[in-house]
């Protein structure tokens, strides 16, 4: 089906003002009902929070699972933008946060990382076992993007009947390219909001679990953080079983498994994303998988495609992303 063009705000042309613009957007989302809790146990002592938009009669209804990025939650504007979109049209929606993200610190004692795919294999084999779900569409904004991608191509050809389809937006899938990316002084802005982010939050993880983290040094040594790359060094790679920074990306970069993906996948980009790099998207897995579409406009941002079209198209990915799982739901 051919998808609508996306015509970008005319006043959010440039890259980093439509991504920015995106965050101080002022939104509301009257037609989303209130969501109820639901915790997904995705490994003993783990728990992840779902914040889940149940239709009348669930089975009968296409389930869309959401997955943030980078410091985001189940409550960030992106998230609760495509659930209410997904919820108007038919779909049960829920909106997962990754592990600490959105108040759960308690629930593990573990650190959330882009290579934590397992967790939301867990979340969607559950819902097919427990609550006999027929279709589930999950999609990821971003380092969410990566751990969908990555969790399709681990499933391959073993992947349940009821997995429909995938969705990525900017997804971040070549990560020491985008850890570099965010690095570059152009960047400096997302730089900085993001291991201002990283450090408030581990800092706070260390108090609710000083056995594993306080006594290490290691929080002391945040200090000398400057870069997300820094940061994956000293804290991602020591705390989650990884050699060093490179080891991490190496391991957890969906790149390596999007030749294995075999349910229709979508991935929206931007080609002017700031520190996703457009040239990570030129690869034979993705250009030799018939089940792989890449739709990739000239402007957008990072995960914000703004677009000049008011109402429900104003956010011109979240529509698309509904767009997609309608066309591949046959309930």
């Known amino acids: 089906m051919p998808m609508k063009e996306f015509q970008p705000h005319k006043f959010l042309r440039n890259a980093h003002v439509m991504t920015i613009a995106a965050t101080f957007w002022q939104r509301r989302f009257p037609e989303l009902p209130g969501g109820v809790p639901r915790f997904f146990e995705v490994e003993p002592g783990t728990q992840l929070r779902g914040d889940c938009h149940w239709q009348a009669d669930p089975g009968k209804h296409p389930t869309l699972v959401l997955v943030h990025g980078l410091e985001g939650s189940s409550d960030s504007d992106y998230m609760r933008g495509i659930a209410e979109k997904g919820w108007l049209a038919g779909f ?21 990382h882009s290579g934590r795919s397992s967790d939301f294999r867990a979340v969607v084999l559950e819902l097919i076992e427990r609550d006999r779900l027929l279709e589930i569409f999950v999609a990821g904004s971003s380092m969410g993007g ?50 201002r982010r990283l450090k408030a939050r581990m800092r706070h993880k260390a108090k609710l679990f000083p056995a594993v983290y306080a006594t290490s040094g290691s929080i ?19 705390f989650c079983g990884f050699k060093s920074a490179d080891d991490y990306y190496a391991r957890s970069s969906a790149m390596h498994v999007l ?10 980009t931007a080609q002017d994303d700031p520190f996703v790099p457009f040239p990570t998207f030129d690869r034979a897995a993705i250009r030799g998988n ?34 997609f799982c309608k066309e591949h739901s046959a309930l």
């Open 259 to 268: 030749e294995k993906i075999r349910r229709p996948t979508l991935i929206l």
């Open 146 to 195: 990566n751990l969908v991608l990555k969790m399709a191509g681990e499933f391959g050809d073993s992947a349940p009947a009821q997995l429909r389809g995938i969705v990525a937006i900017n997804p971040a899938f070549d990560l020491a390219a985008c850890a570099d990316a965010i690095g570059e002084p152009r960047n400096f802005i997302y730089n900085r909001h993001f291991v």
């Open 92 to 112: 049960n929606v829920v909106r997962m946060n990754q592990r600490n993200c959105g108040g759960t610190e308690r629930l593990t004692s573990t650190l959330y």
């Open 220 to 238: 002391e040594g945040l200090s000398r953080v400057r870069t997300v790359r820094d940061f994956d060094e000293a804290i991602t790679a020591r």
């Open 290 to 323: 018939p089940s792989i579409r890449v739709v990739a406009p000239r402007h957008g941002g990072h995960c914000s495609f703004i677009s000049q079209e008011g109402g429900p198209e104003r956010f011109w990915a979240e529509a698309r992303v509904v767009e």
